[in-house]
């Protein structure tokens, strides 16, 4: 009984539950910064470099004996392929990922206030005194 009730006081705690609650959420914004990504922002790149389609873009590594055009249908083929047009979009999504949270954290800080520090309260003179008389009695 003692293994369930030490989960259960674990599983209620404010940390487990802020943890699974921004899991959660980085799964759901995970989805809109990929639908960003391959939606609106690889298209206007692949625009400015010629390529409609990133996801598209590969070295054949193997033979290709049938002549094959599409990254798709080379891989229900079998044949090798280095597909970096993928890796691209992937890369862009995770520079873009993280440039989105490191502006949502440096707002939040910005957001917070910061409390300045309490000032320690003055000592009170009979205090002062009492170490005055105390370090002369040391010489």
């Known amino acids: 009984m003692g293994i369930v009730q030490e989960f259960k006081e674990f599983a209620v705690k404010g940390n487990a539950v802020d943890l699974a609650v921004g899991v959660i959420v980085g799964a759901a914004f995970s989805k809109i910064v990929d639908s960003i990504v391959s939606d609106l922002v690889m298209p206007l790149v692949g625009r ?38 993928n890796f691209l979009t992937i890369l862009v999504n995770f520079i873009l990922l993280a440039f989105i949270i490191f502006m949502m954290v440096k707002q939040l800080n910005r957001l917070r206030k910061v409390e300045p520090a309490p000032e320690a309260p003055a000592t009170p003179e009979d205090i002062l005194l009492l170490r005055e008389i105390r370090d002369a009695l040391k010489k």
Not at 67 to 76: C, S
Request: aromatic letters at 14%; glycine letters at 10%.
């Open 48 to 85: 400015v470099v010629g390529k409609l389609d990133f996801s598209n873009l590969y070295f054949v590594l193997g033979e290709n004996p049938q002549n094959l055009a599409t990254l798709a249908e080379l891989r229900r083929a079998g044949i090798p392929v280095f597909a970096y047009g």
